[in-house]
C-alpha cells in the first residue's frame, strides 16, 4: 500500500533527508586510500546522533552497522569492517539514512579514493546522470516506469548492466515503503506517480554483466563477472510543482 503524505509530512522527511545527505557528504569526504570502511561507518554515526536523529540502516533486518560501504565491484550491502582498508583507485559506494521525528531519510553515492581509472568516472558519472534522469520523470501523473525506463536507457545505451534483484522504494515512518521503484521497466506501465508519494530512486549499475552474487556473509552483494559497480540515489518527493529531491544539500 502506498502511503501519500501530507506537506507537513513531507517537511518532516525533509529534516531527516538533510541530515541524511550531511553525513553521507562528511562519510563521503572521509573517503581515501587507508581509511578504513569501520572508519566512514563511524563518522556517519557519530554525525547522524549529535542531530539527535537515529542511523536508520543501524539493526535494520540484523544490518549490522550506519552505513552499507561497497567497494568496486561489491554492489551494494558492505559491512563496514576495521580490517577493510580503501585503496587508491577504489571507488567507494556508500548508502544510508537518518530518522528524526518518526520519519526516515535514505540517500547514496559512490565516491572516488584518490585517482580513479577512466573507466571507473565514466560508470560513476553515467549512475549519478541516470538518478537524475529518473527524477526527472518522477511527476504526478506518471508511472513507475517512466522513471524505471529512464534510468535503465541511459545506463543501457552506454554498455552498462543495471540490477534487477534490488530496487527504490517508497520512505516515510518507515524506511522501506510500497511503493517498488525499479530500474528497469517500460514508460506508461507500474504504479500511478502522485502528489504526496515520497520514493527512493537509486540506480545500481554495473561495468559488465548485470547478475550479482551474494556473499557468504549474508549481506555484501557483488557482481558475478568482478567487474566495477556504482550506486547513486536520492529520497524525491512528488508534488503538484514537480519533484523535489529531499536528500539535496548543494
Ligand atoms: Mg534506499
Redo the contacts with the bound molecule.
Sequence with gaps: MVVLKTAREIDLIRKACIISAEALQLAGEAVKPGVTTYEIDKIAYDYIKKQGAEPNFLHLYGFPATACISINDEVIHGIPSKKRVIKEGDIVSI?LGAKVDGYNG?NAATFAAGNISEAAKRLCDTTEESLYKGIEKAVAGGRIGDIASAVQTHCEERGYGVVREYT??GVGAKLHEDPSVPNFGTPGRGVRLLPGMVI?I?PMITQGNRAIRQMPDGWTVKTRDGKLAAHF?HTVAITANGPQILTKIR
Design positions: 548508502d535514505d527504490g522504494h527512493a537509486e540515489e
